[in-house]
């Protein structure tokens, strides 16, 4: 146990029990962080014609603590934006990924897999890798980044889609379960080291790092873009934080006098 280790390690004192082996943390509705994420979730929810969803779950990720190192150092390398309270302007962000498995289908199955195509364990078990993303992406708007958003409806975050596999347990196992597990789906929330962002309109998709002066990319609503994105060029600028678990709301279920009363009359009761 490391008393100075960041508070989403699992070397962290108050994060006894986690480890390699165990990543997630189940959030309580009584936990202040899961009333301030359904708070930004909600409020990230921006799109008009897209129904507001059910918030099943929330997790607490956890990471080791050389993982954190490269961000911490790259969090001080940044401190000279101009922001007092929070002088690497870092900010909690959504990225939306594709999940090829069954993790928090409930609150129980949170061991990740090991599909390599499964970026949401692959993203929560090694954090961010540039190299990967944009290739679930015909179109990098901003170029070879890691885009991230503070709307929560965000189109460019990729529905689930399993894919099928004779060799995959994992995969066997959803297609079985298609009816049960689809309607859920997921976004990562991450801690975002946006330092001094450059504010872009227009597409750019030939670059491969901020301008000169600045430490990201934010891309502001316009000509090409309805909702504002914020894009990072270094794998050691952002760590996945959270994970909120949404989806249709699910159904009311009959209280026992209405199923005794259905059952009697051979009726259903509405109310
Ligand atoms: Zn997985």
């Not at 959803?174 to 789906?185: F, H, Q």
């Not at 309109?201 to 502001?220: D, E, F, I, K």
């Not at 600028?237 to 051979?266: C, E, H, W």
């Amino acid at each position: 146990m490391v008393e100075s280790a960041d508070h989403f390690s699992f070397d962290h004192p108050q994060n006894q029990g986690y480890g390699e082996q165990k990543r997630l943390a189940y959030l309580l509705q009584s936990d202040p962080n899961y009333h301030r994420l359904k708070i930004r979730f909600l409020e990230g929810w921006k799109h008009p014609g897209k129904q507001i969803p059910h918030i099943h779950a929330i997790f607490k990720i956890m990471l080791s603590e050389a993982s954190f190192k490269p961000f911490h150092e790259y969090r001080a390398h940044v401190v000279n934006a101009p922001f007092q309270n929070n002088p690497a302007n870092e900010q909690f962000l959504f990225h939306g990924t594709t999940r090829s498995c069954f993790l928090v289908e409930d609150k129980y199955k949170v061991r990740l897999c090991d599909l390599q195509r499964c970026s949401l364990c692959r993203i929560i078990d090694q954090s961010f890798d540039i190299a990967k993303c944009g290739t679930n992406h015909n179109f990098n708007r901003f170029g070879w980044g890691i885009y991230t958003s503070a709307c929560s409806s965000s189109e460019s975050f990729v529905k689930i889609v399993p894919q099928t596999s004779t060799t995959s347990p994992e995969a066997d196992d959803y297609i079985k379960n298609t009816d049960k597990a689809g309607t859920l789906r997921v976004v990562l929330v991450n801690r975002v080291i946006v330092g001094k962002p450059y504010e872009q309109c227009r597409n750019a998709t030939n670059l491969v790092q901020p301008p000169s002066g600045y430490h990201s990319l934010t891309g502001t609503p316009g000509t090409n873009l309805n909702y504002e994105e914020t894009v990072v060029y270094s794998n050691d600028a952002i760590r996945p934080a959270f994970l909120i678990v949404y989806g249709d709301a699910p159904p009311k279920s009959q209280s026992k006098t209405q199923a005794l009363l259905s059952r009697m009359f051979n009726t259903s009761l509405v109310g």
